[in-house]
């Protein structure tokens, strides 16, 4: 069996190179695929200039089953690498990636996710004969349905400012002086991937210092990513003029130097405040009155820690619920107090207190 160094691109056929691979060694699988465009000749804009569409020869397949035979034998190698707790991305366009995603249940994966990615400046339909083709499909999947997977759902929601991440995202092409370019001025690769997508995707599923196999490595975009967050790839390219533009590329970024920087925070980690904490660290008083944001509904603070309201009385969480008919509310997220004429969420107080344990740590 091979030995596979990290932060590395190998050149070959990426089904053997990953059935050389030691089984369960990775912790994340990126796939950019073949489209299998199929597509019948040249595609020209209305003056007759030619689009610069995909077809070079890696993207022909002599037909639907071979295109399936192909996918599954990936499929298979990526399966038998990735860790029991690993995920699989593969991105695609309505050329391929219903088969793909068929070929993926087939061989015993479980879907978490389909993501839309939604193109903020797509290439139009010269001909006016179908819809503008403006975005492409990602599936994201772990081994199997009671896979422990990695999904770091609060960077995601910091990363969007606040709000939980959907499964469309709004990113623009790759473009500019993103877009690697050949000795002959044109676009290296046809299909380069933007890198903020792949710094979404290394972001929301993987963990600093895990490994990350892109078994189409391209001109590197997974790679590039990769090292701006802190993780480990392995690369797999057949193309020698792919692999050059990625190293070089890549060879430009700088490891991270600050490690705190890429450290991801998990609220459901962090230590237990109770609110009665608060209290006695002298953050509020007894007899402090809390009200909704809106300021619908107002509760007095009991030195206990306890709220009492019109309507109830009891925890933060309880009362809070209470007053506004619900089976649970997080108290921490709905009361507020107001500090110089200003309402201010009492979460806040608890964070300073994890700060102070932190430093104690």
């Known amino acids: ?46 003056d007759n200039s030619r689009v610069d569409g995909v077809d070079d020869e890696w993207d022909r397949f002599e037909s639907f ?10 499929l298979k190698a990526a399966r038998r690498i990735l860790k029991d707790d690993g995920t699989l991305w593969v991105i695609g366009s309505y050329h391929n990636i219903f088969r793909v995603g068929a070929s993926l249940q087939n061989l015993g994966y479980w879907i978490l996710n389909d993501i839309v990615w939604r193109k903020s400046n797509p290439m139009p339909n010269f001909k006016g004969t179908r819809f503008t083709n403006a975005h492409e499909t990602l599936i994201w999947c772990a081994k199997d349905k009671d896979a422990r997977y990695t999904f770091n759902y609060e960077a995601l929601k910091d990363l969007n400012e606040g709000l939980q991440m959907r ?14 370019k050949g000795s002959d001025g044109n676009k290296l690769h046809p299909t380069q991937k933007p890198e903020s997508l792949l710094y979404r995707v290394i ?34 390219e057949r193309d020698n003029t792919y692999i050059e533009g990625a190293l070089a590329r890549i060879a430009e970024i700088e ?56 309507q109830a009385k009891g925890s933060i969480h309880q009362v809070g619920a209470a007053v506004q008919g619900l089976p649970s509310c997080n108290g921490w997220t709905f009361w507020y107090f107001k500090t110089k004429n200003q309402l201010v969420p009492i979460d806040l107080l608890r964070q300073r207190i994890r700060s102070e344990l932190a430093g104690l740590a």
Do not use: H
Not at 167 to 180: M, V, Y
């Open 1 to 46: 069996m091979m030995t596979f160094a990290s932060d590395t691109v190998y050149q070959g056929d990426c089904i053997a190179l990953m059935n050389a691979m030691p089984e369960k060694s990775v912790d994340m699988v990126f796939a950019d695929p073949p489209y299998n465009m199929q597509l019948g000749g040249e595609l020209l804009r209305p």
């Open 65 to 74: 089953a071979a295109y399936d035979r192909f996918t599954a034998d990936w």
């Open 167 to 180: 499964s469309d995202w709004l990113l623009p092409l790759c473009t500019g002086a993103e877009r690697l």
């Open 203 to 236: 972001l929301a599923a993987t963990k600093p210092g895990d490994l990350i196999v892109d078994p189409f490595f391209g001109t590197g975009t997974t790679g590039a990513a990769a090292k701006r967050l802190g993780r480990r790839f392995i690369g797999l």
């Open 255 to 310: 490891p991270v130097a600050d490690l705190d920087a890429i450290k991801l925070f998990n609220k459901k980690q962090e230590p237990r405040v109770p609110f009665g904490a608060v209290l006695e660290r002298g953050l509020l008083s007894p007899g402090a009155t809390l009200t909704d944001a809106r300021q619908r509904f107002a509760a007095k603070v009991r030195a206990d820690g306890t709220l009492v309201a019109a």
